[in-house]
């Protein structure tokens, strides 16, 4: 038994909260009703992490602050222990958030009418600064196999041989389908990046939810040709759920481009954080280790529960095997509904707010993507709606 809480549920309507906005506008007001769509966790922070943010509240000055010895040391100590990656302190680059970090990347790393490839389905930011930068989103569809998803490398290198494709979004692990590439995937993408000249910016912000049985590999501990063509988006706020405390870290070990990358940075935003999120930040590399231990314990409950719900009730649902993330990707297009139709159902007569496929692209048609960060009791009311709704409407399973 866990001496960590994740069962308390505090309802963040009328605050804003990404999540819960849309559910709040639709007038819902069930209390055993909570989203599952916004890559957040509904489950209390960590004790330590608040212990940190209290005092650093008690200082009672919160003036612009970048990071200090202290963060590096914490965040540096971090990726040696978990990741087994050596960090240089010289290597970390402030940042709001890893989409921020992506954003700067396509501005200082490519220019108007470059073409930024990433494989899909995607996490939506991705496409949506490609193009609202003037950049051209390319897709790399994942193939679907009956064991999960895999590249088409042959399609990535006709992608990064075309001579207007300047960078690659790496999402590692991949949200949403949830795989963690395996070594020789990775070192296979680093080879056809480093060919073709194509930078790679790595988002490996979901790098500490893996399955047992997996490994998460850091794209820059592959090879140094590797380390010296990547630059890595990183962040405590997904591992610890401080996503509201706007930090991140962007690890670039290559000077030059580090150079380049702190042009835009630097220079749009002085290269600061969020007082109160570096204090978490801290916190939480340095003392989070068993409250994340307790919380993937959790997580792997959550994850049997779902998987033994679908495939007792809904077994023509098929769901993408999970190696990594908290997102829960299953495939309902055997309902037999249109994507809006879905959504109505799902939202409707279900009670259950998800993020819906089509968002990922058109590979995400039929698909509902689940996060699982959550109270177990909220899921499993979540579950026996669906099943009464689906019940009630007679649809196929
Ligand atoms: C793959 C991925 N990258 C980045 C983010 C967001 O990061 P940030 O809040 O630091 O911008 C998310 C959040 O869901 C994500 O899933």
Known sequence: MSTYDFTTLRSRLHMGASKWVPMERAGVTDPDVIPFSVADMDLLVAPEIIAAIREAADFGVYGYTGMDEAFRAALIGWMERRHGWTVDPGWLVSNFG??????????????????????????????????????????????????GYELDLNHLEDLCRRPETKLLFLCSPHNPTGRVWTREELTAIAHICRRNG???????IHCDFIAPGHTHTVLATLDEETAHNCIMGTSASKTFNLAGLATATTIIPDQGLRRQFRAKTDGYTGGFNGYFGLAASRAAYEHGEP??????????????????????????????PWEGTYLLW????????????QMRFMRDEAGLWLDEGTMFGPE??????????????????????????????????
């Open 330 to 341: 299953a495939d309902f297009s055997s309902l037999g509904l249109d994507p809006e139709a």
């Open 198 to 204: 194509v930078l790679i910016f790595s988002d490996e």
């Open 364 to 397: 995400g048609i039929g698909f509902e993507r689940f996060v699982l960060a959550c109270p177990r009791h909220h899921l499993e009311k979540a579950l026996e709606r669906l099943d009464d709704a689906a019940r009630r409407q007679g649809l196929p399973r």
């Open 98 to 147: 890893v989409v921020h970090a992506a954003g700067q990347a396509i501005h200082a790393f490519t220019k108007p009418g470059d073409a930024i490839v990433t494989q899909t389905p995607a996490y939506p930011p991705f496409k949506r600064i490609t193009e609202n930068s003037g950049r051209t989103f390319l897709a790399n569809p994942l193939r679907r196999t009956d064991r």
């Open 291 to 320: 409250w994340l231990s307790a919380f993937l314990e959790h997580l792997k409950g959550n994850f049997e529960l779902c998987k033994a719900f679908l495939a007792d009730r809904f077994p023509s649902v098929w769901t993408a």
